[in-house]
């Protein structure tokens, strides 16, 4: 049933507005961060954000999810160089002023970045007995995506960047970091302290790549 009060007729249960301005602020200020300042991440910090992790819709409550931290100097190694190498491979498919463009391009902050996550989807969970996943399995992995959604919106209400590194050959990941068969890398990521705050995505800065302006919906 509405309420109604200074704020209007909101539905009952909805955050006040002040919160809700808050919240809109939050989602335009998130950023994908590839420049970062090699300062520690408070550990407490960031365990608050994995929680959101842990809030996040999956199919069937599957929670299909598994996350491996980067921390020795053989693995960032071993991730590093499959950035590099996907990289320089990916530079090769572009030609001409795109090429230059893309050269310009920082697209990970694996050298910098304190934490270091890669994350996967266990294909092969047998929690929430597969509902929903019967049909599309694929539902598995899109269920990590919101649970990242809400660890990067989470991570930068604390003041912290996170950066999706997905220019990498995920078998030679595996590989190297020993997952199991049935995990999926859904993405790498770069965790710490932004060099620099900015309302506007860097691939728009660097005149790649524009935000469209209008939301199109199609109506059938
Ligand atoms: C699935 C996914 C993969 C991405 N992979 C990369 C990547 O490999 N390198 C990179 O620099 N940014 C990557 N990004 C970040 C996007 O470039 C960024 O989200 C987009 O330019 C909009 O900028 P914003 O996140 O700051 O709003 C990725 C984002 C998503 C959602």
Partial sequence: MPLSGPEGDVPEG????????QLDLLMQ????????????VDEAVLARCLNAIQLAPSVGLSEPWRLLRIDSEAAREAALKNFETANAEALAG????????YAGLKLSGMREAPVQLAIYCDDD?????????????????????????????????????????????????????????????????????????????????????????ALSIETR
């Fill in 29 to 40: 200020m998130r950023r994908d961060v590839r420049r970062f300042r090699r300062d520690p």
């Fill in 14 to 21: 909805a955050f006040p507005a002040a919160f809700r301005t």
């Fill in 94 to 101: 572009y030609s001409g002023a795109r090429a230059n463009r």
């Fill in 125 to 213: 969970t047998v929690q929430g007995h597969g509902l929903g996943a019967g049909t599309m399995p694929e539902m598995r992995r899109y269920s990590v995506v919101t649970a990242i959604t809400l660890f990067w919106l989470a991570l930068r209400a604390e003041g912290l960047g996170l950066g999706w590194v997905s220019v990498l050959d995920p078998d030679q990941l595996n590989r190297d970091l020993q997952v199991p068969a049935s995990w999926k890398l859904i993405g790498y990521f770069c965790i710490g302290l932004p060099e620099e705050l900015h309302d506007s995505p860097e691939l728009e800065r660097q005149g790649w790549e524009n935000r469209q302006n």
